[in-house]
């Protein structure tokens, strides 16, 4: 099959995408002595009852001077078929966790920053960047692919390259229209593409209240819709899961508010 070659669009694209993860990848070298939550005054927390639990907490947080005040009522999301394992992202390690690898159906855990919104309208109610997704879009959990844990565009990579993903942003389109993907949000896990640490990691509208994902943070799509209505990137935003007991461990030394009790 003769590949088709890239747009000079599709070009700009893969140098913006690229460009992104080598920045995300500068945030994550940050000083030691700085909590992973540093500079963001907008935090998502997601907490589960233990490395395994599927079902999870929400909540919602804004800085006010040195303290995280909570935002609206806590609600309910769900995790990995798995649970949850350590992840690649913005925080130091975690001893004794599982860690998350490619396939194995737990949730990267930790403190990530936030990428770019994504949904199958053409617009959407939020101010992070949004990509409105088609049909040649995908994002690419071949570990060994040089596109690994990218979205990217049929046109700008050619059909060769998307070859053996399973994971199609248009959903509705390639898996009889499952809707999980109209609304969601990046979770910038594994920014350097380490071969099988995990990739294609989103927030987005569940398929059930019981039904977990392959290692996604899934939830209402109403509690979606308001979530990115509420995110602002200016606020520099991150995205934190955790078991509760890491949470009450790890809370005073990465920055994160403190555990309550609904």
């Known amino acids: 099959m003769q590949r088709r070659l890239p747009s000079a669009c599709g070009v700009l694209r893969l140098l913006i995408a690229t460009s992104a993860a080598f920045a995300l990848a500068a945030c994550a070298s940050r000083p030691a002595s700085s909590p992973p939550t540093a500079g963001s005054n907008q935090l998502v927390l997601v907490t589960t009852a233990d490395w ?10 804004e800085r006010a001077g040195d303290r995280w005040q909570p935002v609206g009522e806590p609600w309910p999301a769900i995790v990995g078929r798995a649970g949850s394992a350590r992840g ?8 004794g966790a599982p860690v998350k690898r490619e396939g194995d159906g737990r949730a990267p855990a930790g403190v990530f920053a936030i990428g770019e919104a994504f949904g199958y309208g ?5 101010a992070l960047p949004y990509r409105a997704m088609t049909a040649g879009d995908w994002c690419i959990d071949v570990p060994g692919s040089t596109l690994y844990n990218r979205i990217v565009h049929v046109d700008d990579v050619g059909e060769a390259a998307i070859e053996g993903s399973t994971e199609p942003m248009r ?3 390639h898996k009889d229209g499952d809707t999980r993907y109209v609304q969601g949000f990046v979770i910038e896990h594994n920014t350097a593409a380490v071969p099988q640490a995990g990739s294609c990691i989103f927030a987005h509208v569940w398929k059930s209240p ?3 994902t392959a290692g996604c943070t899934a939830m209402d799509a109403a ?7 509420w995110l ?8 934190v899961l955790l078991p509760e007991a890491e949470h009450t461990r790890l809370h005073a030394s990465w920055g994160l508010p403190a555990p309550t009790v609904d």
Do not use: S
């Open 232 to 239: 602002d990137p200016a606020a520099q935003p991150l995205f």
């Open 122 to 126: 053409a617009t959407a109610d939020t």
């Open 52 to 61: 395994d639990a599927t079902g999870a907490t929400l909540r919602r947080y």
């Open 88 to 95: 690649m992202g913005l925080h130091p390690e975690v001893p």
């Open 223 to 229: 509690h979606m819709q308001a979530l990115l209505a």
């Open 171 to 173: 959903r509705d389109l």
């Open 210 to 212: 019981d039904t977990p």
